[in-house]
T-cell receptor, first 115, second 115 residues
């Protein structure tokens, strides 16, 4: 069985603060992919990053960075120097070999960045 | 490249009616997946179509069905609508073969309200 847990339901920060969104996953497969998506109020899910189970390298893209640790089954997402435009719901998702294309999503974290 | 498009964007129906939602994938994408998003259940996988065949199915009743056309466009149908079917329905496409390791790109969704 697969499961994704995002324990933080809501986070509120002040602009320019750093913020980390947590994601913990469960899977029995050795081959899987992890994703982060952003959902602004308009509703569309915007793809941010994909990581496969064999690549534990951390990644940085501008103000965004991701920390993938198989030992703790975590795939955390950090926004540095947050901005008001970062306000959205962020979803972590898992795609495992035995599930085909099916994505299993976490509950989402509502991030509010206040000016 | 144009993104995933979904029509209509908003829909209001009454209980017992049926509804058809449409999704046009990104050009060249052959896999289309559908998800339901509700405040209570979060994002849940409905089904996936590839080359006009349903390749994967989630745990939804038979009232939910879909199909895919030769141009990869997909439709989703819900018959005998219930109040609980009120949700945001999201379509995602991926390329070229779908399945594991392919990133899914989402459309803006169709907001269905059942009265």
């Amino acid at each position: 069985a697969q499961k994704v847990t995002q324990a933080q339901t809501e986070i509120s920060v002040v602009e320019k603060e750093d913020v980390t969104l947590d994601c913990v996953y469960e899977t029995r497969d050795t081959t899987y992919y992890l994703f982060w998506y952003k959902q602004p109020p308009s509703g569309e899910l915007v793809f941010l990053i994909r990581r496969n189970s064999f690549d534990e390298q951390n990644e940085i893209s501008g103000r965004y960075s991701w920390n993938f640790q198989k030992s703790t089954s975590s795939f955390n997402f950090t926004i540095t120097a947050s901005q008001v435009v970062d306000s959205a719901v962020y979803f972590c998702a898992l795609n495992q070999r035995t599930s085909g294309s099916r994505l299993t999503f976490g509950e989402g974290t509502q991030l509010t960045v206040n000016p | 490249k144009a993104g995933v498009t979904q029509t209509p964007r908003y829909l209001i129906k009454t209980r017992g009616q049926q509804v058809t939602l449409s999704c046009s994938p990104i050009s060249g994408h052959r896999s289309v997946s559908w998800y339901q998003q509700t405040p209570g259940q979060g994002l849940q996988f409905l089904f996936e179509y590839f080359s006009e065949t349903q390749r994967n199915k989630g745990n939804f009743p038979g009232r939910f069905s879909g199909r895919q056309f030769s141009n990869s466009r997909s439709e989703m149908n819900v018959s005998t609508l219930e109040l609980g079917d009120s949700a945001l329905y999201l379509c995602a496409s991926s390329s070229p073969a779908g399945g594991l390791q392919e990133t899914q790109y989402f459309g803006p969704g169709t907001r269905l309200l059942v009265l």
